[in-house]
């Protein structure tokens, strides 16, 4: 093989993947599109019957929380506020360093509590119960250190008393009808076993007393860039995986799944670094391998709001972190992908996110430096490298500017002519420079799993104080208790099951 015939095959390989994954997200982007339409008729139907009032189920809310002090008083105010007719809120401290116990306690009158603790899921040991006197639906567990977000899940998950558990991170912004929202497919399907709800950049936005007041866009360029990004990856990502069932996953920060169904596929596994995608390809694989029905579903509502990073120590940590998550949930559920059971989820979607996910960084990384390379050396013309580089990067602005798009209108949620203008610009600018950058890092978490390196937590840096102005949040009414004789709420067992 000549020089000549190399470049010519490597141009086609790298063109090739470059027009697959593009034409691939806008091929889901207008399964999304038909989606939210369609689920946005049903959902102004069904509010306006309220049809569900009087059949929602009870929910059990965890917030896993460590070293959460600054905010965590505010967080769990917010949480109380919540629209919803009956819920409980299981916070777990997980062995803080801080007095992140002590302010819980002191913020609403805790008290230990004798309660039979059953560890039905694997967790570090619990120290302590307390219910609060203030508040009838709020308990906090203080347990052992457990080194991962995961295990402080599972002690959440054994206290919980109610049929749907919804897990969400301590500093999460949750709108007030949030749960009512994200609660409709199991309402809908008794097939259900997990609902992911969207979730949005709150860098920008105007947040008092644990609230959402007003939205706003980020003036930090990276936590700017994360805004189109999520727009790409919950409204049409998720929300065409979801229409074929075969969603892979809920994000960590909100997601509502079936206690029971929870617990027999075993609840999260601490040693997993993304612990919630492994999490829904393990009810899938569980799923699938009992040959039972069972949906998981995807609420495209803006439903959960979370701090972005905002430089880019945390950024390349964060994609490093879900790049070596991606290798090690597929290789932990391996016999999923050769399932001839598996449906949509082993012949469409496991394919899709290992050849443009997974193993996408390294014809991506290697197709920039390739043509690069190629053209300085003269094996390769100019003006044929600057076309293919054109339509590389034309595919990614065509790309994100169809999600901003598809939000202007679906939900609307960035009204003003200067934050569509603002978007736009990044929708363009993204793919010049920053999605280059963010492949690098993508590339290191590959190869990270690949050499079976141990992934290093660290701590991020939060772009606001979340504890600001919350000192007079109103204490909310008493939940309706259990019925007498009842057993924690398992008299409203939720209906079971399904997939993403």
């Not at 999260?268 to 670094?273: L, T």
């Amino acid at each position: 093989m000549t020089v000549q015939d190399f470049v010519q095959a490597g141009q086609w390989v790298f063109l090739a993947y470059f027009v697959g994954i593009n034409v691939g997200y806008l091929l889901q982007n207008v399964i999304a599109a038909h989606g939210i339409r369609r689920y946005l008729q049903t959902a102004d139907q069904s509010e306006a019957e309220s049809v569900f009032s009087a059949l929602d189920i009870p929910i059990s809310i965890v917030v896993p929380a460590y070293n959460e002090s600054v905010s965590i008083i505010s967080s769990v105010k917010a949480m109380l506020q919540l629209e919803y007719p009956q819920f409980e809120l299981v916070v777990v401290n997980d062995g803080s360093t801080d007095d992140t116990l002590e302010r819980l306690i002191d913020g609403f009158g805790l008290q230990t509590f004798p309660e039979a603790y059953r560890a039905r899921v694997p967790c570090k040991p619990v120290v302590s119960v307390y219910r609060s006197t203030l508040v009838p639906n709020l308990r906090v567990v203080d347990k052992v250190n457990g080194g991962s977000k995961a295990d402080a899940s599972n002690a959440g998950i054994n206290a919980c008393r109610y049929p749907l558990v919804c897990v969400v991170d301590a500093d999460s912004i949750m709108q007030p009808d949030s749960l009512r929202r994200i609660v409709r497919p199991f309402l809908e399907d008794a097939t259900t076993v997990a609902v992911g709800g969207t979730v949005r950049i709150s860098n920008g936005c105007v947040v008092r007393r644990g609230f959402l007041e007003k939205v706003g866009l980020p003036t930090n360029f990276l936590a700017l860039v994360q805004v189109v990004e999520y727009l790409r990856a919950f409204l049409f990502g998720r929300m065409s995986w979801s229409s074929m069932n075969g969603l892979l996953i809920i994000s960590g920060a909100f997601g509502l799944f079936h206690k029971e169904t929870l617990i027999e596929v075993g609840g999260y596994n601490p040693e997993a670094v993304g612990e919630d995608m492994e999490l829904v390809l393990r009810l899938h694989r569980k799923m699938k391998e009992k040959r039972k029905p069972y949906r998981i579903a995807f609420v495209p509502d803006p439903v959960c709001w979370t701090d972005a990073p905002e430089n880019l120590r945390d950024l390349r940590g964060q994609r490093i972190r879900w790049q070596h998550g991606l290798g090690q949930a597929f290789a932990l559920n391996r016999s999923l992908m050769t399932n001839p059971r598996g449906g949509a989820v082993t012949w469409i979607a496991i394919p899709f996110y290992v050849i443009f996910e997974l193993f996408g960084p390294i014809l991506e990384v290697a197709g920039y430096v390739f043509i690069l390379l190629c053209a300085l050396m003269g094996w390769l013309a100019w003006p044929e490298a600057m076309i293919f580089f054109a339509l590389a990067v034309g595919l990614g602005m065509l790309l994100s500017t169809s999600a901003i798009m598809l939000e202007e209108m679906s939900f609307h949620m960035y009204p003003r002519f200067g934050q569509l203008l603002a978007l736009y610009g990044v929708a363009i600018i993204e793919n010049i420079g920053y999605r280059q950058l963010t492949s690098f890092w993508r590339l290191r978490g590959l190869f990270r799993w690949l050499l079976g390196r141990k992934h290093a937590w660290q701590t991020i840096t939060r772009s606001k104080n979340l504890a600001g102005g919350t000192t007079s949040v109103i204490m909310p009414a008493p939940a309706k208790p259990p019925a007498p004789g009842s057993s924690s709420a398992e008299s409203g067992e939720a209906p079971r099951q399904d997939e993403s």
